[in-house]
């Protein structure tokens, strides 16, 4: 249990920093400790950030093999088959300027942080290839603010309301950083942060009210095994501040992938003795 623990840990803090390919062999690391549904599910979802389609419905398969009521699994079956239904076994676009933000970073204080899902989303393979935690560009073009990828292709534009609010302090001398938090076939959605205010902008609230609502309510929430890390119907209700797990830990230092190993090794040789 200590070392299914401490790699349970690990995996969670690997994904909470897009390290995917280290989450997949953590956790396969962790399957071969024992299996059990959330193990495949986290498989799953490093295996599609990674591009990996088919095995990553592989893994939700398992997951459903262990639960098939579980609905992080049910979820990601359909919408994987519908991408292998379309012939797309891997991520389509693989852009060597795609850059990952840790999520973390937009755990901040009311009025500087907004979740909003953007309008007129563009289907294809740039959008196909979105993956959590890619960080995206908002460009201004007269009263409305488009989302593009860091090659320049169109994803969509944010909704009138905001995209007017963040023309006005834009164009005053504000930046902004954004992320996508989702991105299936029904919605992308994207975080914006504050990172620079304009002394011209003193005094203004870059989200207030419902524009930054979402993002209030993501910093008093904790990610559920980072599944679709902003599906309302996963979040789960925490106190003030992220949950230990998704930090990566309490008083535990930084674990290495082979110490985790010599750990196991050495629980194999107490077992056998």
């Known amino acids: 249990m200590r070392i299914r623990r401490r790699l349970q840990e690990k995996a969670i803090e690997l994904a909470a920093l897009n390290r995917w390919q280290e989450a997949v062999e953590l956790n396969q690391q962790l399957l071969r400790v024992s299996e059990d549904a959330e193990t495949y599910n986290r498989l799953g979802k490093a ?7 088919t095995e990553s419905h592989r893994a939700y398969q398992n997951a459903l093999r262990l639960n098939a009521s579980n609905p992080i699994a049910r979820k990601n079956v ?4 519908a991408l292998l239904a379309r012939g797309i076994t891997e991520a389509p676009v693989t ?3 795609r850059q ?5 970073m937009f755990i901040t204080e009311t009025g500087r942080t907004a979740l909003t899902s953007l309008v007129d989303v ?10 959590t935690g890619e960080k995206v560009e908002l460009r201004v073009e007269g009263k409305m603010v488009y989302v593009v990828d860091l090659d320049g292709n ?3 534009r944010i909704e009138p309301k905001l995209s007017h ?7 005053g001398g504000n930046r902004y950083l954004a992320a996508v938090v989702q991105s299936d076939s029904r919605n992308v959605r994207i975080l914006i942060r504050e990172i620079y205010q304009d002394p011209s902008q003193r005094g203004r609230v870059s ?17 559920d095994e980072y599944e679709d890390v902003l599906d309302e119907e996963e979040l789960v209700e925490e106190t003030e501040t992220l949950d230990e797990d998704f930090i990566g830990g309490d008083e535990d230092e930084e674990i290495g992938l082979d110490e985790i190993d010599q750990d196991i090794a050495d629980e194999d040789d107490h077992l056998e003795e």
Do not use: C, H, W
Not at 100 to 104: A, E, F, N, T
Not at 207 to 223: D, H, I, N, Q
């Open 122 to 131: 563009q289907r294809g393979p740039a959008v196909d290839a979105l993956i």
């Open 207 to 223: 989200f207030p009210g419902k524009l930054g609502e979402g993002a209030t309510v993501l910093s008093s929430l904790r990610f």
């Open 100 to 104: 990952q933000i840790d999520m973390r």
């Open 95 to 97: 852009r060597s300027t």
């Open 78 to 81: 359909a919408r994987l088959e």
């Open 165 to 171: 609010r963040l023309v006005e302090l834009m164009n």
């Open 154 to 156: 169109l994803i969509g």
């Open 47 to 53: 295996l599609f950030e990674l591009g990996k389609y």
